[in-house]
């Protein structure tokens, strides 16, 4: 069985490591989300390694939380995301190919209108749920998700 079984696409954070070098979007990102994420990395190495966290990026569209980036200050928009919504549906595609039993949405309100329409893709089999609220609602239910 594949050992990557649940699949976690977070927004990116206006919150940013402001390091000139390049690093991998896990670390570049310092929003409360990428806390929560980057603690279970710590506390559940086991859990860790059943677990493929992709990120939203405004700048980079949808990467690989291990995916190295420069710093930037780019802000997510409803034009941005009309433009981004090829790479995101090709990327979202090849994603999926790895049949996950479980994925968890943690985005922003326009983050997720980048995913609208591409719900149909998701096997049906698959387990997937959508955050909501403002953001200490989000980490909450992002943390309950990760320990489950």
Not at 49 to 60: G, N, P, T
Not at 111 to 116: D, G, L, N, S
């Amino acid at each position: 069985m594949n050992c990557h079984q649940r699949l976690l696409v977070l927004s990116c954070s206006e919150r940013k490591n402001t390091a000139q070098e390049h690093l991998p979007a896990i670390e570049r990102y310092n929003g409360p989300l990428f806390y929560v994420l980057r603690r279970f990395l710590r506390e559940c190495p086991y859990k860790a390694e059943q677990l493929d966290v992709y990120i939203l990026s405004a700048r980079y569209g949808l990467i690989p939380a291990d995916y190295q980036i420069d710093f930037y200050d780019q802000k997510m928009n409803l034009a941005r995301v009309v433009e981004l919504q090829p790479h995101i549906k090709t990327t979202f595609s090849d994603i999926l190919r790895k049949n996950y039993n479980s994925i968890c949405f943690v985005l922003g309100r326009t983050y997720q209108k980048a995913f609208e329409n591409l719900q149909y893709m998701i096997p049906m089999l698959t387990r997937y749920v959508f955050t909501h609220g403002v953001i200490g609602k989000r980490q909450t239910q992002l943390k309950r998700w990760l320990w489950e």
